[in-house]
């Protein structure tokens, strides 16, 4: 996740979403800008469908192939419908 401070990005990122205490976890969410997540375990996957609502293309997050992502990014303020992305790194 990360997380865009005063136009100075801070990355977060844990191995599970339970590291992180509630509270916590959700002042992140709330106040992230850009999101990219890769393949992740069924818990996170539970939680990140929860913020990309019924926007999350096939396959799931739980079974995306390597150097595979989805993304969501901010435009003028407001949330961008979730896109998917490669990276270059084959």
């Excluded at 996740?1 to 990005?9: D, E, L, Q, V």
């Amino acid at each position: 996740m990360a997380i865009s401070m005063s136009n100075r990005p801070l990355t977060f990122s844990k191995s599970l979403s339970i590291q992180v205490k509630d509270d916590i976890l959700a002042a992140i969410i709330g106040n992230v800008g850009r999101q990219i997540a890769f393949q992740v375990g069924a818990e996170d996957a539970e939680l990140l469908q929860r913020q990309y609502g019924d926007q999350l293309l096939a396959p799931p997050l739980t079974n995306l192939p390597r150097f595979h992502a989805y993304c969501r990014t901010l435009l003028g303020g407001v949330p961008s419908r979730v896109f998917s992305m490669s990276t270059d790194l084959r």
